[in-house]
T-cell receptor, first 115, second 112 residues
């Protein structure tokens, strides 16, 4: 059973371009979380999705950021018109359900650099 | 607002000693807490989960406690080794149960 797959591992974008980060959860997992991590900081929650539904997007900036988890295919975190401040590591995690005793499985992250 | 806090950003100990990391939660009562290990350039890896009605849980050299009175969890690594050097994250569900939130982590360095 492959783990959570994120691609690309590294992404360089010029200011104003769009960044698309992909996350394929573990097989059988229908819950996906996205986090952002800056150096010397912890994981900051962005959004929680189930198949075709956004459950909680309270940690995601209202502008330029969007996320989806379609019925088929990976979850996508999209950042439009990137700025230097968007440079960070973005991690995706998946779990089989939302039960309290469910651990999250993380991918290796996408490191976004905006130049 | 609901918070999970790890007040020690860094902890340096000698090999063989016991490392103790602290996690505090404020403004809510999580039903459980989870501990993860993160190595540089890698994603976090799950270590242990403890429920609020469990006082203590062990796994090999790891031990976690949950004190609802102090609103605190302690994470212990006994007989620490240089290979234990990493950042350790404490996390739990928010009150609504819709997000898994984390503290900033404690970076442990074990010197030989």
């Amino acid at each position: 059973n492959a783990g959570v797959m994120q691609n690309p591992r590294h992404l360089v974008r010029r200011r104003g371009q769009e960044a698309r980060l992909r996350c394929s959860p573990m097989k059988g997992h229908s819950h996906v979380y996205w986090y952002r991590q800056l150096p010397e900081e912890g994981l900051k929650f962005m959004v929680y999705l189930q198949k075709e539904n956004i459950i909680d997007e309270s940690g995601m900036p209202k502008e330029r950021f969007s996320a989806e988890f379609p019925k088929e295919g990976p979850s996508i975190l999209r950042i439009q018109q990137v700025v230097r401040g968007d440079s960070a590591a973005y991690f995706c995690a998946s779990s089989p359900g939302e039960e309290a005793n469910t651990e999250a499985f993380f991918g290796q992250g996408t490191r976004l650099t905006v130049v | 607002s609901q918070k999970i806090e790890q007040n020690s950003e860094a902890l340096n100990i000698q090999e063989g000693k016991t490392a103790t990391l602290t996690c505090n939660y404020t403004n809510y009562s999580p039903a459980y807490l989870q501990w993860y290990r993160q190595d540089p350039g890698r994603g976090p890896v799950f270590l242990l989960l403890i429920r609020e009605n469990e006082k203590e849980k062990r796994k090999e050299r790891l031990k976690v406690t949950f004190d609802t009175t102090l609103k605190q969890s302690l994470f212990h690594i006994t007989a620490s080794q240089p290979a234990d050097s990493a950042t350790y994250l404490c996390g739990g569900r928010n009150q609504a149960g819709t997000a898994l939130i984390f503290g900033k982590g404690t970076t442990l360095s074990v010197s030989s």
